[in-house]
């Protein structure tokens, strides 16, 4: 295989008008194709499992589809740290890489490589940070039906990357991107990029590694598409709440001018795969955190995800997997609400397992089962409390209460409850739309 055939294959939101703002896109009135969205789910899950059980056999398929010594190179990177070696050695005079924001280069390479002092530029807040984009808070963002997104996302070959008009040199710079889902059949790599942010990695560095968790590896074209797609769809609310919010100042490719002569032999493409703790993973009770696909649905939706990690907001999947792997994070500002598993679309377990996590590591005081316990029935005390509204306010404003449920519990004495109301909302809803309503 070489570089310009490598079989790479683009998904992203605006792929049918290219420049269109994604969030437009989603609604784009003339898709009349609608999609199942159970069965989509159903789908994915299935998939995901019978993905993992085959996932020795497709990653022997992948070593003899890039052999050994060719071009590109498949490099396996037992933990995060080989990786940055590897990264670190290709990078040239400037020291530079320019990376996509995708989780497994952000949350699993990214400290390692500034620690490795490499200077790291961000393409995606320098190419996607525009004014309009900036999402602060969930409703603010455009209605995203999947059922009418999925046929939105199209995987198109990147038709030869060194094919970029009026390129005669590359910048001295090293693009490190993640990859969505690689297939075991024909090594095709799918990615998702937005406003081409990927395709100009690969034209324009001198030197570009995929990487991969070994996990994204699967059986067929077909599935790695149809996970690609997924990823894409089920994250797009995750995508538009990042495109604006926390964009940080950084350097930008522009700021590095072309000077490495744009020769097709220099052209040098790796896929790094990496396992970082994975099978470990595999072989625990924690083996269905691998069937994740990343699409950090259950970040947006988490009201503790902007808390678990003081630089940057984590994913509940990404705060286990870094537990797992990592073992310095705080696992009991996870509040066990349970949302992350309603929105997940391969119904992973989150809190579960981050529940059991903490019972294993002994870090879990008998009290802590009971404010857990409440805390994950707050829609059935919310309903019983309705029910009996004079005599539940009584016991939630009294002193007593409120200092036996702060020891308990851990909720302050010094916060109120809001008063609970006998007519459901569904009553007064129908009321005020009956004209029977104040
Ligand atoms: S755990 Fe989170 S990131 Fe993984 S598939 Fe479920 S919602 Fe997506």
């Not at 019972?359 to 707050?378: E, T």
Request: glycine share 6%.
């Amino acid at each position: 295989m070489d570089c310009d055939d490598f079989p790479f294959l683009m998904i992203e939101p605006s792929a049918v008008h290219k420049r269109r703002f994604s969030a437009q896109v989603l609604n784009d009135p003339a898709d009349t194709r609608t999609v199942d969205e159970a069965g989509l789910r159903q789908r994915l899950q299935k998939m995901r499992v019978s993905s993992l059980e085959k996932l020795e056999t497709s990653l022997q398929n992948v070593s003899c589809l890039f052999k050994k010594g060719g071009s590109p190179a498949l490099i396996y990177a037992a933990s995060a740290y080989d990786a940055c070696n590897i990264i670190k050695r290709a990078c040239g005079n400037t020291q530079s890489i320019c990376i996509n924001k995708s989780a497994v280069i952000t949350r699993e390479l990214k400290t390692c490589l500034a620690a490795a002092g490499l200077n790291i530029i961000e393409s995606y807040y320098t190419d996607l940070h525009h004014k309009n984009e900036e999402f602060t808070h969930y409703w603010q963002l455009p209605r995203i039906p999947i059922t009418s997104i999925f046929n939105a996302f199209e995987g198109e070959p990147l038709k030869s990357p060194g094919a970029r008009d009026g390129m005669k040199k590359r910048r001295d710079i090293v693009g490190v991107i993640g990859v969505s889902a690689i297939s075991a059949d024909d090594g095709s790599v799918v990615l998702i990029q937005h406003r081409q942010n990927i395709k100009k990695i690969i034209e324009e560095c001198r030197s570009v590694f995929l990487v991969a968790g070994i996990d994204k590896v699967v059986p067929t074209k077909e599935e790695a598409l149809f996970q690609a797609k997924c990823m894409a769809c089920f994250g797009m609310t995750a995508l538009l709440m990042d495109s604006g919010a926390g964009s940080e100042e950084s350097a930008s490719m522009e700021d590095y001018p072309l000077e490495i002569p744009y020769d097709k032999s220099k052209c040098r493409l790796s896929l790094i795969l990496m396992d970082n703790g994975r099978r470990e993973i595999m072989q625990s009770d924690f083996l269905p955190l691998m069937t994740c696909i990343g699409c950090r649905a259950c970040m947006n939706q988490c009201p503790g995800s902007r808390f678990f990690d003081t630089s940057s907001a984590l994913s509940p999947r990404e705060l286990l997997f870094l537990q797992l792997t990592e073992g310095n994070m705080a696992l009991d500002l996870c509040l066990q609400c349970n949302v992350c598993r309603t929105v997940c679309p391969v119904n992973i377990d989150l809190p579960g397992m981050i529940l059991k996590l903490r019972i294993l590591q002994k870090k879990y005081h008998v009290l802590n089962y009971f404010r857990d316990f409440l805390l994950s029935k707050m829609e059935e005390i919310e309903k019983t409390g309705s029910y009996f509204a004079p005599v539940a306010n009584l016991f939630s404003r009294n002193k007593a209460v409120k200092k036996l449920a702060e020891l308990f519990t851990g909720i302050s004495c010094r916060r109120d409850i809001p008063f609970f109301r006998a007519p459901t909302f569904e009553k007064i809803f129908k009321d005020q739309v009956s004209g029977h309503g104040k």
